[in-house]
């Protein structure tokens, strides 16, 4: 019995560390190449967090990372239960001038908590004031408007 | 009297571990119940929850078509170690009323095995009771009677065997042909 149950709790603690190891963060820009560039000065970023629901789950926005030839989204979903990967089509951007941008998946990690990655998307125009991120699925519609005045390096 | 103590305590702990184990997301892939394999799969997929309008059962694999809205889809879920869980999810199949039969096809590894060659969609046209799928020739041929959910799907293993069959067929209750096309098979 005394075997038994210290072996189960050996077990026990395996698997949890395990997962703790799966809980981990991945690095603020997700990319080492992005964070080159954003460190050289050739990339800006804007500090969003703010977050939208699909369905049960949790999209949280972190920041967006404009490169001269392309713009970035730093994301999050927290997700209720294991499954499928976010479909990279279903997110798009609009501009406040009416100007859509295409989308789709750079990188992305699977997590105990769920998923976590970049978007990389067409380049987001400089007069553009404020941008709505999409998520457009089937019969699934939310979207998230994002100020782009505050620039940091 | 202390031993008895120290292997409670130590009985305690072990089963609080159990259950944390059990409800971190580690142990939480797949589902106990091939339905319940296939609802999460949907769930998760952000679709549905779809009306099954038939059910496939092969060894060790199902296979659901289903109905969402202006959407068929086929769900296959496959049992693993211990449980079920999905082995696809084919959906953005949209329905066109105007189309007598809209159809998708496709191949699905399942396992080492086994390889599903798939096609499989709706009929609009009401006038249509049966779907055949045939060869050039017409030797060797695969039947479906369409009840009022209007959805068929075919089926066979093997692989890279898509393009064992040339001709779809929709065909009304005196057997005339009201809809067939061509596959651009190589």
Redesign the interface.
């Known amino acids: 019995m005394k075997m038994m149950r210290r072996g189960i709790i050996i077990i026990c603690i395996a698997i949890l560390c395990l997962n703790v190891v799966s809980m981990w963060p991945e690095s603020k820009y997700y990319d080492s190449g992005l964070e080159k560039e954003i460190n050289a000065g050739s990339a800006k970023v804007i500090e969003v967090n703010k977050s939208f629901k699909i369905d049960n789950d949790t999209m949280k926005i972190l920041r967006i990372i404009n490169t001269s030839d392309r713009t970035y989204i730093r994301y999050a979903l927290i997700k209720k239960e294991k499954g499928w990967t976010l479909p990279d089509t279903s997110i798009s951007m609009i501009d406040d001038k009416g100007h859509q941008y295409q989308c789709f998946g750079f990188g992305s990690s699977g997590k105990s908590w769920g998923e976590e990655g970049l978007f990389q998307c067409d380049p987001i125009a400089e007069d553009a004031q404020r941008i709505t991120m999409k998520f457009q699925w089937f019969d699934r519609m939310n979207q998230l408007s994002i100020p782009l005045q505050k620039e940091v390096n | 009297m202390k031993n008895r103590y120290a292997?409670a305590f130590?009985?305690i702990?072990?089963i609080f571990?159990?259950i944390?184990?059990i409800n971190?997301?580690?142990?939480?892939?797949g589902s106990f119940t091939p339905i319940a394999a296939h609802q999460?799969?949907e769930?998760?997929?952000?679709?549905g929850p779809s009306e099954i309008a038939d059910t496939i059962k092969l060894d060790g694999t199902i296979l659901y078509l289903c109905r969402?809205?202006e959407?068929y889809s086929l769900s296959i879920v496959k049992k693993g170690l211990l449980r079920w869980q999905?082995a696809g999810?084919n959906?953005?199949n949209k329905i066109d009323p105007s189309a007598p039969i809209n159809y998708s096809r496709g191949f699905t590894r399942i396992n080492k095995d086994l390889g599903l060659n798939k096609i499989y969609g709706n009929a609009s046209d009401p006038e249509i009771v049966k779907v055949v799928l045939e060869n050039k020739d017409g030797s060797d041929k695969l039947q479906y009677e369409l009840d009022s959910d209007r959805l068929f799907v075919f089926y066979w293993q093997g692989e890279d065997m898509l393009y064992k069959y040339d001709l779809l067929k929709g065909l009304d209750k005196s057997g005339n042909i009201k809809y067939e096309t061509m596959f651009l098979n190589p």
């Open positions: 292997a130590e009985w702990i072990a571990l159990i944390l184990c971190t997301k580690y142990l939480s892939y999460k799969s769930r998760t997929y952000y679709y969402y809205k959407w999905t999810l959906i953005g």
